[in-house]
């Protein structure tokens, strides 16, 4: 039980530090001057994205209790991850984030969806990176300590 909540705690802790650092650099003057400026920006993106049905709140929490199911899923893989030290497996598993998750979404959503210009997908992609691999170096250090289980056949 211990090492359960440990790993859903590692999660959320990085779920929280990730989601921190990308509000703070989504929502700077510079970033939003660019991602919602008319003259760069498609006008489908800018209606839908600038009135949420759901509360910022709501979504947050809701992307820091997915760090959390990140972090259960790195307990499990573990040992298969990539690489021979924290620091490198916890950049692996953040880059197999953004990936799966972010990759997909800005693509096939904002890009594909909402005609958001390629320059402008690519910039979130940036950032979405960094959350990403911020969040996975966080799971990495505070989870490999975690004793794993050996499954005997």
Known sequence: MKRQVRIWTAGILAGFISEAFMGLIFTSQAIKGLLYNPKLQSEKFIEITSSREVSLP????????????????????????????????????????????????????????????????????????????????IISFLVSGINHKTIKA
């Open 58 to 137: 709501t979504t947050i929490i809701g992307m820091i209790l997915l760090s959390g199911i990140h972090s259960w899923l790195f307990s499990i893989l573990h040992e298969s991850i990539p690489g021979q030290t924290k620091l490198k497996q916890g950049l692996f598993f953040g880059f197999m984030i953004w990936l799966v998750y972010w990759l997909f979404q800005e693509w096939f959503v904002y890009h594909t969806m909402l005609g958001e210009p390629i320059l402008l997908t690519l910039l979130e992609l940036a950032i979405l990176l960094a959350g990403s691999l911020i969040e996975g170096i």
